[in-house]
């Protein structure tokens, strides 16, 4: 095998294909984060937007100056600095000149640069642009080697590494960015409060996460809201550097006169479109998802303005807005990971701290490169000054040898003893400076730059005083951001969540209908609207019989009791409906395969209930305890290897037990205990006595029941069977049914146990 060389005579390298694959992979997705995605703890920026800046200032895009055309901008800056594409520069662009995105906008927009409601800016040939005077503070010392340089992509120019970045961007604009395999979203903050917090730091480098969050309550966003987050949480997410805040749109109840109203909403979410906003709202109610309000309307200007009619004047606006909040962006969690470039190009996750604490940091850097770079020029010009005085006393000899000598650098340096930087100094003074060269004048310069470099070799030579310089520096950006001035006013405001009837939210999203539920006995389920469905009519799969009928509202909730000795919950909302057979039981609660169900009822809080086993076993307990928040159900009565056969309303005094064996037992209630769980007392004695039935009934409305042709029967001296609890009772009286149970389950009897529900 011959030498392998490209054409051009280069060497050819061969490699295992997953080695350069790999390799040439991470080569990419370090790239991504570095170059695009995560942005840099010093001055917040990534290199689009360090560019863009960079490439306007060298546009001579100051404040003070005139707009010049976006294209401008767009064209530099890819053709110098950024080889993208146009558009991404552009939207990187818009994205600092919006005041709805950034909260300090770092570059002053003239022309249709995009609104809240998501509306894209206008072409970078329409629009104009300058920078603003926090991109000045940015920028500022970038001419004093305050930073590195290092060459652009094609090496025709240079281009700074990082911004000098006399103001905390990182933290008061915040960022957002995927890269490969990591992402970072960095919230904006209050740039007065950031100011107070670094100061804190300079005079405590010790100070915690807690401390500085005294000064740094939470996020600030441009659009404003109310963060309704706690105030650990928000401790907790500065101090990991993960977590997040919820953040609601304000709104406030505008009367209208008459008991009417209107909720009128002000300010929303950060990011949020309020067009996009607009038209949730609106879908949501064409679907019938928000029963509490009747109408919305945009009525924006300059200012946001949504106003939100509810259904009747009796509505809570709290219970209203809660709705809203739970279906809508009017509610939004805005997440905070502090993954950034730290100082050697090491992407990693940073607390409150740390990330201030790197900006300080590279503050005193700055200030110490700048001081140096200022004292080289006053050396320098010490130096030629001093040349200019010993020469001022014999200018005429000093024009002698510039006309006549042939070397009068030379010349000058040996007649008067200067250096060459001085000689060169003389040599290139123009003849109109020669009438302003007074000795006065030149020695006053001399004190005053000889007093500059006194001080600034002081600031070198100490690290106190390099403090000192970076804490009043840090002072000034704090005055001139204060919460006094219409940009330093903090808009995003802190308060708890209102305490609001959750059930009362979750029944506004649910249309109350009358419904009835109808369980077979093979545990099939299924909710046929309205109270008046002829339950005699309804069919079930072949081997199945109607077991259960209850009527009641979508709103409700329904208790099932199974024979493992569970309760379990079920949303009347989320039944199938009347169509077909319905579905399992299993798909709506986690009835286990063996278990069977054996009562339904309407969930009423303040109802006690009488469950019991086949073992005779038993206990009152109140249904408030039963309710089951989860799928799996709730634990009651304990059966052991046997299994649960009744649960009834305890509504009454007195007790009737009937046994497999067809005694007869009759009780007061009382002494049957109350309890929350466990296996209960005995009910009924006897040797091998088990449980076929029980019914509580009042005295004076004595023992009855229902036959099986639907008649309600009753005993007349049901006293002959009064005894004590766990007795063996005695024989059972002619007239009782033959299946030994009070109200008998099958497809004759659902039908009337529906209409005395």
């Not at 320098?380 to 006393?393: N, Q, S």
């Not at 509504?651 to 009737?656: I, L, N, S």
């Not at 009070?742 to 659902?750: G, S």
Request: aromatic residues 6%; glycine residues 8%.
């Amino acid at each position: 095998m011959g030498e392998l060389v490209t054409p051009d005579g280069g060497e050819i390298f061969e490699e295992p294909f997953d080695e350069a694959l790999s390799k040439r992979y991470l080569a990419y997705a370090l790239s991504t984060i570095t170059q695009r995605a995560l942005p840099d703890a010093r001055d917040g920026l990534k290199p689009v937007h360090r560019r863009i800046l960079h490439a306007m200032r060298l546009l001579k895009l100051d404040p003070e100056t005139a707009f010049k055309k976006s294209a401008r901008v767009v064209g530099d800056v890819i053709g110098r600095f950024h080889p993208h594409g146009d558009q991404a520069v552009y939207d990187a662009m818009v994205r600092l000149a919006q005041d709805f995105a950034s909260r300090y906008p770092l570059v002053d927009g003239q022309g249709n640069f995009g609104n809240i409601d998501g509306d894209n800016a206008a072409a970078y040939r329409y629009t104009e642009a300058r920078l603003t005077e926090t991109a000045r503070l940015l920028l500022e010392g970038l001419d004093e080697d305050a930073v590195d340089f290092r060459p652009t992509y094609n090496e025709e120019d240079n281009e700074p590494i990082v911004l000098p970045a006399a103001f905390p961007n990182l933290l008061a604009n915040g960022s957002s960015g995927i890269a490969v395999g990591m992402a970072t979203n960095i919230p904006p903050h209050n740039a007065y409060e950031l100011c107070r917090a670094a100061r804190q730091l300079i005079s405590n480098p010790d100070a915690s996460v807690a401390q500085l969050c005294r000064s740094v309550k939470g996020p600030d966003f441009p659009t404003g809201g109310i963060c309704v987050e706690p105030v650990e949480s928000i401790k907790e997410a500065y101090e990991t550097g993960r977590g997040g805040f919820r953040v609601r749109a304000r709104w406030d109840s505008e009367d209208l006169g008459r008991g009417m109203w209107q909720i009128v909403v002000t300010e929303i979410p950060y990011q949020v479109q309020k067009a996009k906003l607009v038209e949730r709202i609106a879908h949501l109610l064409e679907a019938k998802k928000l029963p509490l309000l009747e109408d919305v309307r945009d009525e924006s200007a300059e200012d946001i303005r949504l106003v939100l009619e509810p259904k009747n004047r009796n509505v809570d606006p709290a219970v209203l807005m809660e709705s809203l909040f739970k279906l809508t962006d009017l509610e939004s969690r805005v997440s905070l990971n502090l993954n950034v470039l730290d100082p050697h190009g090491a992407p990693r996750v940073m607390s409150l701290k740390e990330v201030l604490r790197v900006w300080l940091d590279h503050r005193r850097d700055v200030v110490v490169r700048r001081a140096s770079n200022r004292l080289a020029k006053v050396e320098d010009r010490l130096e030629v000054l001093a040349g200019y005085i010993i020469v001022y006393a014999d200018l005429d000899e000093v024009i002698r040898i510039i006309r006549f000598e042939d070397e009068p650098k030379k010349e000058l340096m040996k007649t008067f003893s200067l250096s060459e930087r001085q000689a060169e100094a003389i040599l290139n003074m123009r003849l109109r400076s020669l009438r302003k060269l007074e000795e006065i004048a030149i020695r006053e310069e001399e004190a005053k730059l000889t007093g500059e470099r006194e001080t600034l070799k002081t600031l070198l030579a100490s690290d106190s005083a390099q403090w000192e310089k970076v804490d009043g520096e840090v002072e000034a950006v704090e005055i001139a951001y204060g919460p006094k001035t219409p940009l330093g006013r903090r808009r995003t405001e802190f308060a708890d969540a209102l305490e609001v009837d959750l059930d009362a939210v979750a029944e506004a999203f649910i249309v109350k209908e009358s419904i009835t539920v109808v369980v077979s006995e093979k545990g099939w389920i299924r909710a046929l609207k309205g109270h008046s469905v002829d339950l005699s009519g309804v069919t079930f799969k072949e081997g199945d019989r109607g077991m259960f009928a209850q009527k009641c509202e979508t709103t409700d909730k329904l208790i099932l009791f199974a024979t493992d000795g569970r309760f379990y919950t079920l949303d009347a909302s989320k039944l199938p409906g009347g169509r077909g057979h319905g579905e399992p039981l299993r798909l709506h609660a986690g009835l286990p395969e063996t278990a069977a169900p054996v009562a339904l009822f309407k969930h009423d809080p303040e109802r006690v209930l009488l469950v019991a086993s086949r073992a005779a076993q038993g206990f009152r307990v109140k249904e408030g305890d039963v309710f089951a928040m989860k799928k799996a159900g709730k634990q009651v009565l304990n059966v052991g290897e046997g299994e649960a056969i009744v649960c009834v309303p305890a509504r009454g005094d007195t007790v009737a037990v009937l046994g497999t064996n067809k005694k007869l037992l009759v009780f007061a209630l009382e002494e049957i205990p109350e309890m929350t769980r466990g296996k209960g007392v005995r009910l009924l004695g006897g040797k091998g006595a088990e449980l076929a039935d029980v019914t509580v009934f009042a005295q004076e409305d004595g023992l009855s029941w229902i036959d099986g042709a639907g008649r309600r029967q009753s005993l007349a001296d049901w006293q002959n069977w009064l005894g004590k609890r766990a007795q063996a009772g005695r024989m059972q009286p002619k007239g009782l049914p033959k299946n030994q149970k009070f109200a008998p389950r099958d497809p004759a009897i659902v039908a009337r146990a529906a209409d005395s529900a």
